[in-house]
């Protein structure tokens, strides 16, 4: 059974940091491509930063600089830091597994919300 389980989302204020936590289980996680991507009510789903399995990462433009994707292989986790948080960044946050083969599959964790307000 594969699972994508998501910590440390929640309310926090403008300016303001969160760490989100996504231990995956029964992948082959250090095959895995990771990402996280945001979804804000009315918006499309949108891919927020990535991390390769080889370590390569990449962000969207409204974060770089604010956000840092990371991946601990020891563990099977993907974390995402949030810095200088803003009351745009609120939205639904969810993990995303990226097998890349037909047999290994990609799989979506459960979402968790992040919510930015003073």
């Known amino acids: 059974q594969v699972q994508l389980v998501e910590s440390g989302g929640g309310l926090v204020q403008p300016g303001g940091s969160l760490r989100l936590s996504c231990a995956a289980s029964?992948?082959?996680?250090?095959?895995?491509?990771m990402a996280w991507y945001r979804q804000a009510p009315g918006k499309q789903r949108e891919l927020v930063a990535a991390?390769?399995?080889?370590?390569?990462?990449n962000y969207t433009d409204s974060v770089k600089g604010r956000f840092t994707i990371s991946r601990d292989n020891t563990k099977n986790t993907v974390y995402l830091q949030m810095n200088s948080l803003k009351a745009e960044d609120t939205a639904v946050y969810y993990c995303?597994?990226?097998?890349?083969?037909?047999?290994?599959?990609?799989?979506w964790g459960q979402g968790t919300q992040v919510t930015v307000s003073s």
């Open positions: 995303y597994a990226a097998g890349r083969t037909w047999l290994r599959g990609n799989f």
């Open positions: 029964g992948i082959m996680f250090s095959r895995y491509d």
């Open positions: 991390i390769s399995s080889g370590g390569t990462t």
